[in-house]
């Protein structure tokens, strides 16, 4: 007996030849400039959501005065990031999934491996039973993945590259509930070279879900391992006394949930404990944030507040101790300002953002933010994890300064246009550890995406 399943890739031959086409009558029938997604859902709608594709064209234009608060020279450039991925479904149970990333620095002079990297494999991976509401679930390849808020596993869509991983999880689902083990190792960007699995730099572990525990409140629990060798890029220890890698168990919590007067909080706490190379590490983080809806002149308003700690060395001269808190591979855009200069590391954070709806489509928001040093004698780190500035003695100060932004966007169907600035204020660290100067940050910005 014949089957009329079509083979996935007789159907993707199929659908790339119909979505080719379909953009050259899509005007006929709809709004021209919405062709790409329009003919997208065509095809979705004829293979009964067996095929889908998604797409993503990124530019945005910055200017930044005070790069490295003075030390690097001022930076004017363009940031262009484009995106095509496809998924089949050639059973109920499988999806096979992948997308191809180009992303490009124009006017940038020797741009980093942060903001460029022409067109790589972003993702490709399988996944068993992905609509299933409970029982069992697996998913295997590349694949751009975060966590809770992905404050410690996380996709920094912000940023021209974003992060994606080579990953493995299992996990078994129930009504109010998730448990899942992972592994998941963050891939290494290769300009000019297909970028392949570096294992060496990686977490293992357990994270689980607990929806609606009690009163809407829910619970993230997990248990976390990062390891690094020197491949994976740890510079530390010796070779010759085993100490030449990095390992850090991090346990820790997520709560979300109502509060009275319309409120919402949402916090997370986690703790540590491991080596850096010879050193026994122990650290400390955590977060916990507020928000309330109200409304101004008939217009919605979002008002929230946070405050974020996360543990510093109290003595950089013993070299037997560490006591600086391993952000692990989060996601930071707007969570410390909106110039993403710091880190979830030996800090003291505050954060108010306001976001006012103007029209269903158009938001103005303004952020403040304000930041110390936990110890006075560990340094200052960036959104990478890597150190800024320091002060061994401490006689530098803790007050490392304060930010304030003001950002709006619009949307119009599948379009979104932006643009902002901000300005960072410099507390006594930066003027007594730095040049001094107060990095200014503008944009703007368009995407179109389905």
Known sequence: ???????????????????????????????????????????SEQTDGKISFTFEERTRLEDKTGVNFGASPD????????????????????????????????????????????????????????????????????????????????????????????????????????????????????????????????????????????????????ALRREQNRPGGFNGGSAATGTDRLITNTYGFRLTGPLPFGMKYNSEGALQWGEVGPASQRGAGWFSGVNRPVTLWEKPLNLSGEYK????????????????????????????????????????????LETYGLTKAFALNFMYTNLWLASARDGLYNGQGKMIAQSVTGSAGSHVGQETDLFVTYRFHHFLFGGGGGYFFKGEFIQNTTPGAGPAYAYVFQSYSF
């Not at 930071?332 to 909106?338: L, P, S």
């Open 1 to 43: 007996m014949r089957s009329n399943r079509q083979p996935c890739m007789a159907k993707w031959l199929t659908s790339v030849v119909l979505l080719i086409s379909s953009l050259s009558v899509a005007p006929l029938r709809a709004q021209w400039w919405d062709a790409p997604a329009e003919a997208a859902a065509k095809i």
């Open 75 to 222: 930076l004017s450039y363009g940031l262009q990031r484009t995106r095509f991925g496809m998924s089949c479904k050639p059973f109920e149970w499988l999806k096979v999934s992948g997308m191809v990333q180009d992303s490009r620095a124009p006017g940038y002079e020797k741009a980093p491996s942060t903001v460029r990297d022409p067109a790589d494999l972003h993702e490709a991976y399988l996944e068993i039973f992905p609509d299933e509401k409970t029982g069992f679930g697996m998913s295997a390849g590349r694949r751009m993945i975060s966590y809770g808020d992905g404050r410690l596993i996380g996709v920094p869509q912000w940023g021209n590259m974003s992060r994606t991983y080579d990953h493995a999880r299992a996990y078994y689902r129930w009504r109010r509930a998730r448990i899942e083990m992972l592994f998941a190792s963050p891939v290494k960007i290769r300009i000019g070279e297909f970028n392949q699995p570096v294992l060496g730099d990686h977490l293992w572990g357990t994270y689980n879900v607990f929806s609606n525990l009690w009163q809407e409140n829910s619970l993230d629990a997990y």
């Open 309 to 352: 700690y996360a543990s510093g060395n109290k003595n950089p001269n013993d070299k037997t101790h560490i006591g600086t808190f391993d952000q692990l591979y989060a996601a930071f855009h707007d969570v410390f300002g909106h110039q993403d200069l710091f880190g979830w590391r030996n800090v003291h954070h505050v954060r108010s």
